[in-house]
Every structure is written in structure tokens, then in C-alpha cells.
């Protein structure tokens, strides 16, 4: 075993708290979404048992609406963060959600030899998930996935929310007091005071709206591409248990829309404003997860590949905004940096081969959370859990 992978087990192990793992210890004290679900693949390769609980704990945290929490609070840390328990009015979790990966990392443990009495359980949650973002993610029934804040996509400060933020107020009655931008290096890595305040607006909103997102509510085509990746690996798992199931049918209809998004012109798919009704573009590496559709025609194939890597491929793998762009951030968290996890999505279901650049990456650089694209160097925190779960996950694919 080499000393990388050993490095890459040993930051899950530290991450571990009781069978959650968190990010980083040096940002992120609680669990996670979509994080915890890419350290699930990391740990099908140290003990399958623990990737499971992983799983588990994911689906466990469902609401009763489906919606899975984007942070789930650990009660015991006594390290802090922001916006915590009292900014959300909620002492569970978050009252948003993440990108839709569960049943992508349960298909990945089951690959791996998972074997539990408890799959057909975890399936029932997975599609009870799925079917929380067709009736509450899609106001206009579109078959897409709209997100009610930011943070929903993953993609935090990424360029595309710029256009409807202008639309959110900075006033807000949550007090602003942040703590991330004070554990990294340089705060300009993290997004402004200025973002933050509209963040914490649309949680207000949000909390006194009953959850109805009412000032920033965005067609996100990463969304909609993981969750049409999400029901095909449900699909395939009910058909292992012979289980009935939809979900082949509805990645179909978020095919057929998604290939409605398509813009001829730039080879990427649009966004939506689900406020204003009114589509928009821009030159996120997100705009070009349409590359995730399988059987793409060849001419859409053609034109998003040429963009993808005239646009976004670097030595280090795919920028996630348009290189060029004059608003273009090296190194600003989503406005710019290669993230382990966006190389990895693209690698595992777009035809662009990215694993040999993203172990060196991280051989170079080590297990940070995101890094510039312009010479590799590590950016925000250390010892980030799915870079080194990706690490292992792609090392021995
Ligand atoms: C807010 C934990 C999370 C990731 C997100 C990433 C960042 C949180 C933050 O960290 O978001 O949810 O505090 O900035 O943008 O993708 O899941 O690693």
C-alpha cells in the first residue's frame, strides 16, 4: 500500500465521530450530505461495514417530507460553526438540502460487496428522497431540480447564483458571525461578507415563508444531471432485488428536459430562474453536467465536450468556471478551483478520462478541499474527507 492511500485512510479515521465523518476538523464540525456520502465510497475500501453506517446515518436523518438536511448537527462537538443550530431555528439540521447522491454511493458499497438485510430499507428512503425533489425542488413541473438556496447545489458562491442574488436583500435578522473565513489562510478563498448576508436573507425567508423559497429559487442543471444519474443507479438497484420502481422512468423525463436547456450556440445548458421565469447562461463547469445524459445525441456530445475542455481542462483537471472568463477567481472556492469531487462526477459519467490527473493532484498537493487550477497549489482547509475517500475510490478503479 502506498503512503498516500495510508494518508487517505488515516484523515477518514481522524474525521470519524461515532460513525459520521465530518469534512475537515479544521472547518466543518457536523455531517454533511453529499460529503458523507463520497466518504461512504472511501470507506468501502477500509472496512464496508463502516461505509454503510455511513449511508445509513445519511438516510436516517430523513425528514418527513423526504428531504435529507444538508448539515446534520452533531450535538456533541464543541467546535463551533456557522450558521449553526440558532441561526437555523432548528437544533436537527439545516432546512436545505445537497446534491441527490445517495443511491450513486449505495450502488458504489454494493459494487464493493456490500451485503445487508437492510438494502430493500435503504431503497425506500432513496426513492421517498427522489420523490421530495420532483414535488418540492420543481415549482414549474418541469422535470428539473430547483434549488431554494445557494448552498443547495454544492457549488456555494458559484458565478451562476450572481444574476438571481441581485434579486436578495443583505438585510437580514440573523447576525453575521462568521467563523470560516477566519480558519483559512486567506479569506478571499471564501465567499464575501456581502454573499454570506443573503445566504443568511434566504434562510430567514426561507424559516418564515414555511420552507417556500420565495426569493431565490434556481434551475440547476448539476442538480437535475446527479439526481438523472441517481434514479438509474436506484433503478438498477431494485432491479437486483427485484424490487418495483419508477425511477428509470422519471431519469427519462429529466433527460427530455434537460435536453431542452441545451444552447446550441455555447455547447452548455442553462439555468433557470424559477422566480422570474427566465432562462439564463452561465460558464459554470455545472452548466456542462449535461455531458452526465447517457446516449447524448452525438452533435449536443460534441459541441459540450469542445466546450469542456477548451474552457475548463487544466493539468490538474476541470476549472469550475470558464478559464478565460474575465471573472474567472483562481482561487475562490466555487468561482474557479478544481474540487476533487466535480473532477471525479465528470470522470465517472462523462467520457473525459480525469483520474490520473486528479491522483496527481493530489499527490502534489496533498488532501486540501479545493486548488488552484492555475498551479495545483491547495486551497481552504486540510485534511478534506472526499478528496481522500475520491483518492481511494479512484486509485483502485
Ligand atoms: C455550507 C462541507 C461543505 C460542502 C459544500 C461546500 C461547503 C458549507 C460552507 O462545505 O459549504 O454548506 O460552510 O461553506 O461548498 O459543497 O458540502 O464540506
Known sequence: MNDLTNTAKEILKNNDRNGI???????YPHMWAWDSVFAAMGWAHIDIVRAENEISAQLEAMRDNGMIPHIVFNPETTDDYFPGPKAWGNQFGSLITQP????IGLEYLLDKGLNSRKIPEYLKKIEKVHLFFKSERDPEN?????????????MDNSPAWDEPLTQVSTETNIKLARLDNKKVSDPKQRPSDAEY????RIVQSLKENQLKPTEFYVYDPFMSSVLYQSELSLQRMCKRLNIPSKAYERAEAIKR???KCFDEKTGRFLYRDALSQKDYLSPTLGSLSGLFLKDLPAGIKAKSEETLIRDHMTEFGLSTYA??????DPNCYWRGPVWINTNFLFHYFSNVDLRNKTLGLLS???FREYFSPEDGSGLGSFDFSWSAALYMVLSKS
Open 323 to 328: 478559464k478565460n472568463h474575465p471573472n474567472m
Open 21 to 27: 465523518t465530518i469534512p475537515s476538523a479544521s472547518l
Open 142 to 154: 418541469l422535470n428539473l431540480v430547483a434549488i431554494a438556496h445557494p448552498w443547495e447545489s454544492g
Open 257 to 259: 428536459a434537460l435536453l
Open 364 to 366: 502534489q498537493s496533498g
Open 197 to 200: 448576508r443573503k445566504y443568511l
Open 100 to 103: 441527490p447522491i445517495w443511491a
